[in-house]
Antibody
Framework: EEQLVESGGGLVQPGGSLRLSCAAS????????MNWVRQTPGKGLEWLSH????????YYADSVKGRFTMSRDNAKNSLYLQMNSLRGDDTAIYYC??????WGRGTLVTVSS | EIVLTQSPGTLSLSPGERATLSCRAS???????LAWHQQTPGQAPRLLIY???IRAPGIPDRFSGSGSGTDFTLIISRLEPEDFAVYYC?????????FGQGTKLEIK
């Protein structure tokens, strides 16, 4: 079964950092471009970042550019999102998505003092 | 950046009825790059339609998509109880990939 499982979410203070992971299984991870998308409680979806198969090209939304860093390890079938300088409006459920045709269940990040 | 505006915000219908959801873009783009996702409460989004009109694997044929240019439509021909959810259109032709704000389809 093709699956994505996010982890690493939790409670963090404003200005803090968190690293999210996304474990892929059931498909050839290295063949697919990947994305991070978040959803604030009760709100819509916001695309955050996109990475090519090799990791050589990465795009970011303006809202996270310079604070978040996306990366992947094809040998470990894993995707990452390093989040720094976190703010209250970063509180959200964070999803990884394979080309938007396969989504994980998400991991909740809460930024609060 | 392509801004997607969905209408209506909320659509109240009964099972068996036909639902028509609209997605309007701030600028024209290829039909290749328009998708629709469904999200039920507490669940991750699920891809329904890509390339404007191509159903994703396993999606029932009561779901259909159409459109071109700046105007796109998702039609659910006969609503089933499990179809009551939030629907998002999405542009994925290049960064930034954008989502509409969603249409909530609720039971009347």
């Amino acid at each position: 079964e093709e699956q994505l499982v996010e982890s690493g979410g939790g409670l963090v203070q404003p200005g803090g950092s968190l690293r999210l992971s996304c474990a892929a299984s059931g498909f050839t991870f290295s063949s697919y471009e990947m994305n991070w998308v978040r959803q604030t409680p009760g709100k819509g979806l916001e695309w955050l970042s996109h990475i090519t198969t090799s990791g050589g090209t990465i795009y970011y939304a303006d809202s996270v550019k310079g604070r978040f860093t996306m990366s992947r390890d094809n040998a470990k079938n894993s995707l990452y999102l390093q989040m720094n300088s976190l703010r209250g409006d970063d509180t959200a459920i964070y999803y990884c998505a394979r080309r938007f045709n396969l989504w994980g269940r998400g991991t909740l990040v809460t930024v609060s003092s | 950046e392509i801004v997607l505006t969905q209408s209506p915000g909320t659509l109240s219908l009964s099972p068996g009825e036909r639902a028509t959801l609209s997605c309007r873009a701030s600028q024209s783009f290829s039909t290749t790059y328009l998708a629709w996702h469904q999200q039920t409460p507490g669940q991750a989004p699920r891809l329904l339609i890509y390339g404007t009109s191509i159903r994703a694997p396993g999606i029932p044929d009561r779901f259909s998509g159409s459109g071109s240019g700046t105007d796109f439509t998702l039609i659910i021909s006969r609503l089933e109880p499990e179809d009551f959810a939030v629907y998002y259109c999405q542009y994925y032709g290049g960064s930034p990939y954008t989502f509409g704000q969603g249409t909530k389809l609720e039971i009347k």
